[in-house]
């Protein structure tokens, strides 16, 4: 037990400096994060040192080689988007002679294989396997890859879009509700504003594993979220849960608001159905691939 809750704190810790170092792969370069990264593949082999076969630890180094390779084609190519979320602008294929992006680009293949291996329903590491392998110019197993990750995630729009691309096909949109074959189950939770035409967010979003963290981090923002209620473009404030092989529920959070004894905005949990992970809940620090996006485990501040 001792062991499962030091693992557990390591994993945790850990999930949110990686989110830290996602972020910076945007803008930083290889040198720029090399101490952070040295320090995260410590504390993977610490946990692989007791849990040769962790599933977590495997998929946090897939994104770690992924953020590398992210790094990497920021500084070294002209991409106008993130070449991991663009459908529109998908990998244009590494030069001939950049060695080192061939390098980035076979690790990330390595890690999502292995990852792969100890979990064969994780989207994230087939959309990173499919987009590494797309780089490469390995257009078979990248399309391969990619049409596992939309099996897992029939709402990847991406993988859908390089899909149609590589193969000249249309394919149909998924109907809904549609069960998800994610291997875990997890609650997201959004309360994000809308600030810019491009799309652009302000607010947070949460991956959590329990009911208690969900009312914690929703009670805890509202405050703030409702500085900006009915100011900006658009808003969000939802909560799904996600369970293995069923439709994603929707809590009506909104249809749960009211006012308390002060006059303050405050969530009605009662009106709130929060359905039980069960045995299927998220591993702490895990990140995930959901509806096609990047999530990270606890929280993540949108401020552009």
């Known amino acids: 037990m001792r062991e499962e809750a030091e693992i557990e704190a390591l994993l945790r810790g850990a ?4 989110r830290l170092f996602w972020e910076a792969t945007e803008y930083d370069t290889l040198d720029d994060l090399e101490e952070d990264e040295d320090q995260l593949r410590e504390t993977y082999a610490a946990v692989q040192a007791v849990a040769p076969d962790d599933p977590t630890s495997a ?8 953020g590398r390779l992210r790094a990497h084609l920021n500084g070294e190519y002209d991409i106008a988007d993130d070449p991991f979320e663009a459908p529109d602008d998908p990998p244009a294929g590494l030069a001939t002679d950049d060695e ?7 690790d990330v293949v390595r890690a999502a294989q292995r990852t792969l291996d100890l979990q064969p329903a994780d989207n994230l590491a087939a959309f990173a396997l499919a987009c590494a ?9 990248s399309t391969s890859a990619y049409r596992q990750a939309l099996q897992l995630d029939p709402h990847d729009d991406v993988a859908r879009a390089r899909i149609e691309a590589l193969d000249n096909v249309t394919l149909a949109e998924p109907p809904t509700p549609i069960a998800s074959h994610h ?3 997890f609650h997201l939770l959004e309360m ?18 329990e009911p208690s963290a969900v009312r914690e981090a929703a009670d805890g923002y509202l405050d703030e979220w409702f500085k900006y209620h009915g100011l900006s473009l658009d808003e969000e404030f939802g909560l799904w849960t996600h369970l293995p092989g069923r439709p994603i529920e929707e809590a009506p959070l909104r249809d749960a608001l009211q006012q308390d004894g002060n006059g303050h905005p405050a969530i ?4 709130v159905t929060l359905p039980s992970l069960g045995d299927h809940r998220l591993p702490v620090g895990h990140p995930i691939r ?3 996006q990047l999530h990270f485990f606890g929280r993540t501040e949108h401020d552009d």
């Open 59 to 66: 998929v946090c180094l897939t994104v770690l080689a992924l």
């Open 192 to 209: 994000t504003h809308v600030v810019g035409h491009s799309g652009s967010l302000s607010g947070r979003v949460w991956l959590l594993n």
């Open 100 to 106: 080192l992006g061939r390098d980035l680009a076979t």
């Open 15 to 18: 999930g949110e400096s990686l």
């Open 133 to 141: 392998s797309h780089w490469l110019g390995d257009l078979t197993p």
């Open 290 to 292: 959901w509806l096609g």
């Open 183 to 185: 291997p875990y189950g």
């Open 268 to 271: 009605d949990w009662s009106k």
